[in-house]
């Protein structure tokens, strides 16, 4: 069996932890998503470790202390357009017959 890695499972994975070994003055690691409109905040504490933040939602905005910045969603993902999400089959839904 073949796995294949996604960009966004090195971005998770092998990318966040040599941005962590090689670059110690990193302070926020961000993963923004491409299918819906979702960022994910990793931010590094004086103590060591991360805290991690999650923000949903086109209304929602986030602040990047070490920089002085709050981006809204809304701004980053301006002109995407998201696919609709399929309508949810009821409970009783079977296939073809």
Same mark, same amino acid.
């Given at each position: 069996?073949?796995?294949?890695?996604?960009?966004?499972?090195?971005?998770?994975?092998?990318?966040?932890?040599?941005?962590?070994? !090689?670059?110690?003055?990193?302070?926020?690691? %961000?993963?923004? @998503?491409? $299918?819906?409109?979702? =960022?994910?905040?990793?931010?590094?504490?004086?103590v060591?470790? !991360?805290?991690?933040?999650?923000y949903?939602? %086109?209304?929602? @905005?986030? $602040?990047?202390?070490? =920089?002085?910045?709050?981006?809204?969603?809304?701004?980053?993902?301006?002109?995407?357009?998201?696919?609709?999400?399929?309508?949810?089959?009821?409970?009783?839904?079977?296939?073809?017959?």
């Amino acid at each position: 069996m073949v796995f294949y890695r996604t960009p966004e499972a090195v971005d998770r994975g092998e990318k966040f932890l040599r941005y962590q070994l !090689w670059n110690p003055t990193l302070t926020d690691y %961000l993963l923004v @998503s491409q $299918s819906s409109p979702i =960022i994910e905040h990793y931010v590094h504490q004086s103590v060591g470790g !991360w805290s991690y933040y999650i923000y949903q939602g %086109l209304e929602q @905005s986030l $602040s990047i202390k070490s =920089i002085d910045c709050t981006l809204r969603l809304a701004d980053v993902y301006d002109r995407v357009v998201f696919p609709e999400e399929p309508a949810e089959m009821p409970d009783d839904a079977t296939g073809p017959s």
